[in-house]
């Protein structure tokens, strides 16, 4: 079993910036891609950023690209989001997840991530 705790969401203001962090225990967090998802308002969750496994590589959805970067540290097991340049549409709730294959390619798709956060709230006022 893996368990994902998030922290880091806030009100902010449009320009803002904010850091997210995923904490993960319960498995070998280093062998795993993790990845961000949001959900806003009566909208389908979607993918934000991911990672592989040993950080080498990271992709980024088009309408958060040269914003946000995620990065991991494998000593600590945590993943961790920098969202620079916050926008009124970045507003959802913010979550971390794990992908479930070992050592795997960056994959988008939310079947393939079998652990998730319980969320944390991200409001970007206008």
């Known amino acids: 079993q893996v368990q994902l705790v998030e922290s880091g969401g806030g009100l902010v203001q449009t320009g803002d910036s904010l850091r997210l962090s995923c904490a993960a225990s319960g498995r070998t967090f280093s062998n795993y891609a993790m990845g961000w998802f949001r959900q806003a308002p009566g909208k389908e969750r979607e993918f934000v950023a991911a990672?592989?496994?040993?950080?080498?590589?990271?992709y980024y959805a088009d309408s958060v690209k040269g914003r946000f970067t995620i990065s991991r540290d494998n000593a600590k097991n945590t993943v961790d989001l920098q969202m620079n340049s916050l926008k009124p549409e970045d507003t959802a709730v913010y979550y971390c997840a794990a992908d479930g294959d070992l050592r795997s390619k960056i994959r988008v798709a939310m079947s393939v991530y079998e652990y998730w956060g319980q969320g944390t709230q991200v409001t970007v006022s206008s």
């Open positions: 990672i592989t496994w040993n950080g080498g590589r990271t």
